[in-house]
């Protein structure tokens, strides 16, 4: 099959070698950026393209002869780049995590009679995923929490924190309302709040706190309690407090020596070269998924703990493993002919199907992507 990866950042990237590498698909890599796609000129297996995502003269020229494509682009362009690919009536597996509605284009999917499966990568994607499996195990689900976080193996001040993935896209979580579910009622909060200590074996004491990550399963799920929080180094979310309250990650062009320029804009020129990670640099992933709920008569908890960090023989940081190689099983399962509905997919859909499940989870598996699962009687 001919698969076509939309984006070639560091996520991006690491799709196309895993794709690439077991010689079942061809695989093309498209983005503006010829550095980044550099960066893949010697991987066998990987025709680069140049294009603007953009403009959609250009997404059908990268889309022509394809048999399903990857969203890989950042979230301000996602809906837009899915939108696009939809209108070529193409299968497409999406990590852009883009802010609005996936549901939008649901239609559109359907028309096309294609399936589109959103936010397919490790938080949203793995968590929802094992929501789905336990919802269509459960005789009912009553809690759920997601505490997730991509963070540098080593922390250094001042920030305490580096990105594996968009910094746009940081910081758009952390600026975004946050929802979650609690007495069954959805909640608004303001991101970076309700922050409490988590200790973790193997990584120790971090920080979580509320960001708007449950998505889709706050449309797709019915369940009493359901949040999900970030994590991060303690210390580093006060650190962004003082920016946000100061106005530092405003929209509104403020000017500046007969200058306007929005505060974001600067913030986010200042920051991203202190928030990228220098070449090898090692990080990990850190998740804890926890749901409660009734099973046989009796009142359970079912853990999900995963500790993954960065791989020096392929030298693929922790998040590109993590989410690409989810996303990697998403195409695998639609180029294998596993999964059939059409439509706009989040990954809670696939959770309940025990095959979909089971593949997924052992795709990461043989990656070296492993949750520890735990179960406990509550009562």
């Not at 550099?38 to 066998?44: G, I, S, T, V, Y």
Request: net charge negative.
């Amino acid at each position: 099959m001919r698969v076509v990866v939309l984006g070639a950042g560091l996520v991006g990237g690491a799709i196309a070698r895993d794709l690439a590498s077991g010689g079942e698909f061809e695989v093309t890599v498209v983005d503006t950026s010829q550095a980044a796609l550099a960066r893949l000129a010697d991987q066998p297996g990987v025709v680069a393209m140049r294009a603007d995502l953009t403009v959609a003269a250009e997404v059908r020229r990268a889309l022509e002869h394809q048999d399903l494509v990857v969203g890989a682009v950042p979230g301000h362009m996602g809906l837009a780049t899915l939108r696009k690919v939809l209108d070529c009536r193409k299968p497409v597996v999406d990590i852009s995590f883009f802010p609005e509605d996936p549901f939008e284009l649901d239609s559109l999917a359907r028309e096309a009679g294609v399936p589109a499966l959103v936010d397919f990568g490790i938080a949203p994607g793995c968590s929802n995923l094992i929501f789905g499996r336990m919802q269509a195990e459960f005789d009912t689900v009553e809690r759920f929490v997601c505490l997730v976080g991509g963070l540098p193996s080593v922390p250094t001040w001042p920030w305490e924190y580096k990105a594996a993935f968009s910094p746009a896209d940081v910081l758009e979580e952390y600026t975004r309302p946050a929802r979650y579910v609690a007495g069954g009622r959805m909640v608004t909060m303001p991101a970076l709040s309700e922050a409490e200590f988590v200790d973790f074996p193997g990584v120790g004491t971090l920080e979580a706190f509320n960001t708007d990550g449950l998505r889709t399963l706050l449309s797709t799920a019915k369940v009493p309690f359901m949040q999900e929080k970030t994590l991060r180094y303690p210390g580093h979310i006060e650190r962004i407090r003082v920016l946000r309250e100061s106005g530092f990650l405003g929209t509104e062009p403020v000017e500046a020596g007969n200058v306007k320029v929005r505060p974001l804009d600067l913030t986010s020129r200042l920051l991203f070269p202190l928030w990228q990670l220098a070449e090898g640099e090692e990080d990990l992933t850190v998740m804890r998924v926890s749901i409660e709920g009734m099973h046989g008569g009796r009142r359970i908890r079912r853990t999900f703990q995963l500790l993954d960090r960065f791989d020096p023989a392929t030298r693929t940081s922790s998040m590109a493993r993590t989410t690409g190689y989810t996303c990697t099983a998403g195409v695998r399962l639609l180029a294998g002919g596993m999964f059939h509905r059409t439509g706009i997919v989040p990954p809670e859909f696939v959770g309940r199907e025990q095959a979909c499940y089971d593949f997924v989870i052992a795709e990461l598996g043989r990656r070296g992507v492993v949750f520890a699962e735990r179960t406990e009687v509550l009562e």
